[in-house]
């Protein structure tokens, strides 16, 4: 199981990222994906399509996690604009979800990801936002 912070951006993502690899280091796991990279899974604005969809900082201590906010059901609001990003074996990771999900509410349910693993999103009933994720396939 590995726990870390997901950070979201309000369309500067890459700049954002890159400064905090050029003062921690680290590497970008799996490189930088956009929205465009994703292909037809996101309904996005032209304007939208190279904004990032996902960057994985990681160092030999820690990771982060970021994208850019694309609005919707959680508006960007600075302050609030993390969520705690579980990835978990497949296994637990339903349970896992519906517990968390518990009195809270699913932005996006917990199912296949384009990228070869489950991913799904909520807030909990304590209104932290959490990512689940299985391992990529």
Known sequence: MELNPYLAFNANCREAMNFYK???????EGGIKTFADGGDHF??????????MHVHLKTDTFSIMASDNMGGEVPFIGGNNFS???TID??????????????GNTIMPFSQAFWGGKFGMLIDQFGIQW???TPHK
């Open 131 to 133: 990512m689940v994720n």
């Open 90 to 103: 497949e296994d637990q990771a339903e349970n896992i979800f519906n517990d968390l999900a518990a009195n």
């Open 43 to 52: 309904q996005c604005k032209p304007s939208d399509k190279d904004k990032i």
């Open 84 to 86: 705690m990003s579980l």
């Open 22 to 28: 050029d003062i921690i280091g680290g590497v970008f």
